[in-house]
């Protein structure tokens, strides 16, 4: 089968021949039918050797959806033929995180004691989704999507799930009355819109430099947006700011927004760097957090979301073949929404 994998640190993907997996004790075997890109897939492409513990060669994609079409031995049987999208934290199971329901914050996927960044799950240091087919552990890692189209199913993974978990750990400031900024209209910031929708948020500005970002914006419920985020009033007092850029110049402006008891949520990896102090200007109670992925009940959430026609995810579907052409499209920042390959 076709597979974009990742051959060597600081270089491009390429698209291989690789044997079709089989599944062995417990694991799934997919047929790939959809896998999203992202750009945490150019990070690990951009790396020095060092940075993360995966082996090489690596397939991936960590968004993806399928079907699973076999079982190891120890699996259920019925999971085959289930449409189903992959939960990409492959989580131990058994910390204090994960029977707290907390599986993206497993410590068993903690930083290396040399500083390296361990494998996650799927395309983030096991082979994952950019292929025709893949192999899941166990049937923790997948949850059904019933008649979602898989083209739509694979952001959910990724884009959706993440920006679910950043606005539901902080819901208790997400009320008629709130006011929330989303930093960054792209392929979760497109999402984050809808989400606050759903769950019952009142004013909803986003911020994005590009026209038709901050058109998708207002299309999709945000009550107004902006080119810049110093276009927005520092009399707003956001009561939480979500910062899908996580640059220097989005994430140091995003706090000084925050009226008092404000969060600024840093989820964007844009290299931002941000001084806080209680004695550095900014309002009475801020908080500051970077959440990381989601959990598999998030991953379920989204998913409903999705079937109620609550989420939809701006996104178009390419070949496997393209790959490599979508990802220089995706560094130069010239795909909307979210860009999927469909095998």
Known sequence: MKAVRLTGWGEPAQVLPVRVPEPQGAELLLEVRAAGLCRSDLHVMDAPAGVFDYPLPLTLGHEVAGTVVGVGPAADSSWVGESVVVHGVWSCGDCRNCRRGRENYCHELR?????????????????????????????????????????????????????????????????????????????????????????GGGTVFAVDPRPESRALAMRLGADAAFADIARIPQSTGADVVFDFVGSDATTNAAAQLLGPGGRLVVVGSGGGR???????????????????????????????????GLLSVESTAYRLDDALDIYDRLRRGAIRGRAVLVP
């Not at 209680?278 to 990381?292: E, I």
């Open 111 to 199: 930083r290396r004691a040399d500083g390296r960044l361990p494998a996650i799950g799927n395309g983030l240091g096991y082979d994952g989704g950019l292929a025709e087919a893949m192999i899941v552990p166990t049937e923790r890692f997948v949850v059904r999507t019933g008649g979602l189209a898989p083209e739509s199913a694979a952001p959910l993974a990724d884009a959706a799930l993440t920006a679910y978990h950043a606005i539901r750990t902080n819901q208790d400031l997400v009320d008629d009355q709130s006011v929330a900024v989303v930093v960054g209209v792209g392929g979760l910031g497109h999402l984050a819109v809808q989400i606050l929708r759903a769950l």
């Open 274 to 308: 941000l001084t806080v102090g209680k004695d550095l200007g900014l309002p009475n109670g801020w908080q500051v957090s970077a959440p990381f992925w989601g959990t598999r009940a998030d991953l379920e959430a989204v998913v409903d979301l999705a079937h109620r």
